[in-house]
């Protein structure tokens, strides 16, 4: 039995851990179509490029448009990234379907097998820091307590 689950891409298995997945939620006023939406609009506060970000209809849209830096990102960002991260994840797995699946993942560690992103997955060379994955371990950590 595999001691881990890779999830990135939308023909993978638990492809609903990932935040292109389409599970929504509410957040301050705000509906959040996918988490990918939520954390990159996150990165502008209350701004046009916020609402922009939001509204959009994709996640690869909201990602395209929170990686742009033609709008200044939040100064914080990098000390806050990783909380804003975890309150999103908490919300999108109140969702029972979510919630069973990602405590049904047991022990096994999480892995978002993106080729492109280093921090949040473990990148082309599968030595980045997966911190996507060890922020639901950390979760379902959580919601098994």
Same mark, same amino acid.
């Given at each position: 039995?595999?001691?881990?689950?890779? #999830? #990135?891409?939308?023909?993978?298995?638990?492809?609903?851990?990932?935040? #292109?997945?389409?599970?929504? #939620?509410?957040?301050?006023?705000? /509906?959040?179509?996918?988490?990918?939406?939520?954390?990159?609009?996150?990165?502008?506060?209350?701004?046009?490029?916020?609402?922009?970000?939001?509204?959009?209809?994709? !996640?690869?849209?909201?990602?395209?448009?929170?990686?742009?830096?033609?709008? !200044?990102?939040?100064?914080?960002?990098?000390? $806050?990234?990783?909380?804003?991260?975890?309150?999103?994840?908490?919300?999108?797995?109140?969702? !029972?379907?979510?919630?069973?699946?990602?405590?049904?993942?047991?022990?096994?560690?999480?892995?978002?097998?993106? !080729? /492109?992103?280093? /921090?949040?997955?473990?990148?082309?060379?599968?030595?980045?820091?997966?911190?996507?994955? $060890?922020?639901?371990?950390?979760?379902?950590?959580?919601?098994?307590?």
């Amino acid at each position: 039995m595999a001691k881990s689950i890779k #999830f #990135f891409a939308k023909n993978d298995k638990y492809y609903q851990l990932s935040n #292109f997945a389409g599970f929504g #939620f509410d957040l301050d006023g705000n /509906y959040w179509k996918t988490m990918e939406h939520y954390f990159q609009a996150m990165k502008f506060g209350d701004t046009n490029q916020f609402n922009k970000i939001r509204d959009c209809g994709s !996640p690869k849209q909201a990602k395209d448009l929170g990686q742009s830096r033609a709008i !200044p990102i939040r100064s914080d960002w990098d000390s $806050v990234k990783e909380d804003i991260m975890i309150i999103g994840l908490r919300l999108k797995f109140q969702n !029972p379907e979510l919630m069973q699946l990602l405590i049904n993942t047991g022990k096994k560690e999480l892995i978002e097998d993106s !080729p /492109y992103d280093k /921090y949040w997955g473990i990148g082309a060379n599968g030595k980045g820091k997966n911190r996507l994955g $060890v922020l639901l371990m950390q979760l379902r950590g959580e919601l098994k307590a």
